[in-house]
């Protein structure tokens, strides 16, 4: 880079750094030779199975955030700031620690649909981000390819004999693609006659909510992927008694699909840090975390491994704590909460074309939201450090005014400009010292679950919505109290909760931004992921398979005469 100067938008950025090939990469975060296939020259597999821990005890910082609005709050831009910040500090320092970068892959549907891609923003990006944007490595057709070869052995099953007496109206099972695709959600498979298969309502949800990308995300090994697939309930006999996929008998072959994704990816920041980026549950819908395997390797090298989840903490952090590292020992040496002015003000009330205007008064009533958040993490056991990601349109005297009321609130704080900066800059130097200073004063987590597993499910589901939802009580529809009841039946009530939730606001209702109290959360139904490992809570009208909006991100998108990306966010 020849100058500081942002270009206009963060494809430009990308287009604009000249990579360094990634056997430079993995040689800085110590992966042999032998550990790495390269995909293409920015691009890599790592096999754990080859890779030597350095030493290194690298602590876990969990980067989560305030809950989302359309104005955006950059939380991967954080990320990938505050690793890139991390190393700088590193290197000013002379110390031969090493900060890494574990992410989500991102999805299809809301790169060419509404939310944008999910490599960072501005300097603070993860490369190559065109190719990480869209087909990647091919993880996620790996992922619906098994997928939707289970659901073809489902129907073919039924067709040749049923031995297994499933019955088609009982299915628990779903095809997927990594599209927005609302005329999907309902179908009829099997129709044109007896030579094709048996007629039956199915459906589509979209590849990141699918349990195979679940059991992906959360498996340990190659075998252990294996045995999680064997476990997921495909559907139930006419005698209403789950069918798992090892009585298919087909989890051998569903794993040799996956046998080459499941090797997380290695690619870089801006500013040369080594980045894993592997998984992609979304956090409204599954468990929002990037893969065990990608962070227990990230921990194996690095001193720092700065993480994210999904979406606001009430869903991203919750579920890191509660589901994945209760389930890996990964947990958080301490949380970083990403907030802006510009969406503390819109759960203010003030409407997103007029956020660039100075309102402390919507500052004021929006801080509610953070202050939640707050509190939340806290129940957790873990003190949240608050990363203020600056804006160009943010008025000083906002700014300020954050940062005060965090001194007042007792939380650490600082302003983090990384998009216009960089992590490589000094933009995210003061919460990169916030960041060690907690780390320096860490010993050990001392992270605590919030609820217990011997809990019925109906339980863990009120703790979660009335500690961290602050719902005054929560309501389970007729198709939730019947799985309730069959979940206990089977056996499963011993398994975390998996809140599916508008990612909004705190409630289920969409518009109720701030921090509201006293409602009643709904619950319509639930859905067991015996292969996941937890209980899917699906509440108000959240879908599994989304929709486009009216005018999708692809509008937009392009291809040159060279066969480089255009209008790629």
């Known amino acids: ?329 990964l947990l958080p040496d301490a949380v970083v909460l990403v907030a802006t002015v510009r969406a503390l003000k819109m759960h203010g009330g003030v409407a997103k074309d007029q956020l660039s205007e100075f309102d402390l008064d919507a500052l004021k009533s929006g801080v509610v939201n953070l202050e939640r958040h707050i509190e939340n993490v806290r129940k957790f056991g873990v003190e949240p450090i608050v990363a203020i990601n600056k804006f160009s349109s943010d008025h000083l005297e906002e700014l300020d005014w954050v940062l005060d009321w965090c001194h007042r609130a007792r939380v650490s704080a600082a302003v983090a400009d990384v998009w216009s900066q960089g992590g490589g800059g000094e933009g995210g130097d003061e919460i990169a010292s916030l960041v060690l200073d907690a780390l320096a004063t860490s010993t050990a987590p001392s992270v605590r679950y919030l609820y217990e597993l011997d809990l019925p499910v109906a339980d863990k589901i009120r703790t979660v919505a009335r500690e961290i939802y602050r719902a005054e009580d929560v309501e389970f529809g007729p198709a939730a109290l019947r799985k309730l009841a069959e979940i206990a039946k089977h056996g499963w009530d011993s398994l975390p909760v998996c809140m599916a939730k508008t990612q909004y606001p705190f409630s289920d209702d969409p518009a109720l931004l701030g921090a509201p109290t006293g409602f009643t959360l709904h619950v319509r139904d639930v859905v067991p992921k015996t292969g996941a490992g937890f209980i899917v809570a699906l509440t108000g009208t959240v879908m599994t398979m989304p929709g486009l909006p009216k005018k999708p991100a692809a509008l937009g998108m392009d291809v040159d005469e060279n066969g480089n990306a255009v209008g790629l966010s």
Not at 148 to 164: K, P, S, V, W
Not at 194 to 212: C, H, K, L
């Open 1 to 329: 880079m020849t100058s500081r100067k942002p270009p206009l938008t963060d494809l430009a950025i990308a287009s604009s750094v000249q990579l360094q090939p990634i056997h430079a990469i993995a040689e800085r975060a110590g992966i042999p030779e032998n550990a790495f296939e390269p995909y293409g020259r920015f691009k890599a597999k790592v096999d754990p199975r080859r890779v030597e821990a350095s030493g290194a005890k690298g602590k876990i910082v969990l980067v989560s955030a305030i809950s989302p609005t359309p104005a955006g709050e950059g939380k991967s831009t954080m990320t990938v700031g505050l690793a890139d910040s991390l190393n700088r500090r590193f290197q000013l320092d002379g110390s031969d620690k090493l900060a890494m970068v574990a992410l989500r892959e991102p999805s299809l549907g809301p790169t060419l649909g509404m939310k944008g891609g999910a490599t960072g923003g501005g300097y603070s990006q993860v490369l190559p981000m065109d190719e990480i944007n869209l087909h990647f490595t091919g993880d996620f057709h790996a992922i619906t390819s098994a997928n939707n070869t289970l659901c073809a052995l489902i129907d073919n099953h039924i067709h040749q004999g049923n031995e297994l007496n499933i019955d088609p109206r009982r299915i628990a099972f779903k095809r997927v693609t990594d599209t927005n695709d609302r005329a999907l959600r309902e179908i009829v498979v099997g129709l044109g006659g007896p030579a094709q298969g048996m007629p039956r309502q199915d459906g589509f949800d979209i590849t990141v909510a699918s349990e195979i990308m679940a059991v992906f995300c959360l498996a340990t090994s190659l075998d252990d992927l294996k045995q999680r697939i064997s476990r997921i309930t495909i559907g139930y006999t006419y005698d209403r008694e789950p069918v798992t996929v090892a009585d298919l008998g087909v989890a051998g072959a569903l794993t040799l699909l996956l046998k080459e994704a499941i090797h997380p990816n290695l690619v870089q920041t801006i500013a040369g840090t080594p980045a894993l980026v592997h998984g992609g549950p979304f956090a409204n819908i599954a468990h929002g975390c990037n893969s065990v395997l990608a962070t227990s390797l990230a921990k194996r090298l690095a001193d720092v491994v700065v993480t994210e989840a999904g979406f606001g903490a009430d869903l991203g952090a919750e579920k890191f704590i509660d589901i994945k590292a209760r389930a890996s020992g």
